[in-house]
């Protein structure tokens, strides 16, 4: 094999592998480089919801162009560079930061005519369904009742084999003396 085919080889080897890490990577959406801060930018962004439409907590929406989640996103990375802690943070998203919202530079996205409309919510709050799906217990009902429901058709299974006569007892059923009169009867009506 030539060279020439070894480099294509090896570029095509390390785009197999590192494509797929490339398109399965979750993008944080932040600017903050301190890990401490990306972590619990990422904790949070996973605790609220996106409120484009997506139903995505605001770290997995990845809508491109005009969308909620880049001033949300824009607001809780300056918030947590100001030293706020993840429970006013969250209050504040859920009941609004008051009139300092107009006034913080955390917001200054939300301040542009392109979002505009998402100052009140931010002044006044998005409310209780700014809260993504884990932070309600919605997901747990529901894995609670599907494996309930999972274990109710397997009882259900396991029962209904168990009253299923087995091949030898089907043969079984009727008694020596009842098969003889039977066959008796068949021979004599087939004269």
């Known amino acids: 094999m030539s060279g020439h085919f070894r480099a294509r080889y090896a570029i095509i080897a390390v785009l197999a592998i590192l494509l797929p890490g490339a398109v399965f990577a979750q993008s944080a959406h932040s600017r903050l480089t301190d890990p401490a801060l990306l972590k ?3 904790a949070l962004s996973h605790k609220l919801m996106c409120t484009c439409g997506c139903n995505m907590p605001l770290r997995n929406c990845n809508h491109t162009g005009h969308c909620n989640a880049w001033p949300a996103r824009d607001a809780l990375d300056k918030l947590l560079m100001a030293g706020l802690s993840d429970e ?12 300092d919202a107009e006034k913080s ?8 005519n392109d979002y505009a409309y998402m100052m009140k919510q931010f002044r006044d709050g998005f409310g209780a369904q700014i809260m993504s799906i884990p932070e309600s217990n919605y997901l747990g009902t529901f894995s609670v ?45 087939q004269r």
Do not use: T, Y
């Open 88 to 99: 006013k943070i969250i209050e504040g998203f859920k009941n609004g930061f008051g009139p």
């Open 105 to 112: 530079e955390a917001f200054a996205m939300a301040k542009q």
């Open 40 to 42: 619990r930018f990422d």
């Open 145 to 189: 009742l599907g494996a309930i429901l999972c274990a109710g058709f397997v009882a259900l299974f396991i029962r209904s084999r168990r009253k299923r006569p087995k091949n030898d007892e089907k043969l079984n059923l009727l008694d020596d003396k009842r098969r003889e009169e039977l066959l008796s009867k068949l021979s004599s009506d």
